[in-house]
């Protein structure tokens, strides 16, 4: 397993400790890769998808149109990261900016860590704390190793 750097990592895992690689709006990450991959692997299977409906007599290839329009959504993903940008998918996410002002990489860097000015709801709330005590406990390099393959939903 190829050993990574603290910068890659950085660009990886959010101020909070939430694995953006692996969100669905990440740019470079797993999900928009693989969505377009399978993009790729299906190529014109829009006219087939109909006629399997008929042919098949498999009313599932109806809903291809919605996977379709699902599947594109998520292979253009945009995001550059909760480093780079706001969050795009917790829109009310405080901590980017407040990690700016403390100036600490991670939250659990912070003397005031938990705060309760994440903006976040309560199950993320309690996932935030947990992940930053795993990172306190373990170093970022060790977690990082734990959560690289692991879905993040």
Known sequence: MKKVDG?????????????????????????????GELKKALGNFDVYAQRFVEMLDEPVFAKYPDFKEFLNHLSVATCQGCRKEKCKLFKNCN???????????????????????????????????????RMQEIGIEKYYEEVRDLPRY
């Open 95 to 133: 901590v980017r900016v407040c990690s700016e002002e403390k100036q600490v990489d991670y939250c659990f860097q912070c003397s005031c860590f938990p705060c309760e000015n994440t903006g976040f709801d309560e199950h993320l709330y309690k996932r935030f704390v947990a992940i930053n005590k």
């Open 7 to 35: 910068e890659f990592i950085k660009g990886r895992i959010a101020p909070c400790g939430l694995h953006c690689g692996k969100c669905f709006a990440f740019a470079d990450g797993d999900i928009s890769y693989h969505s």
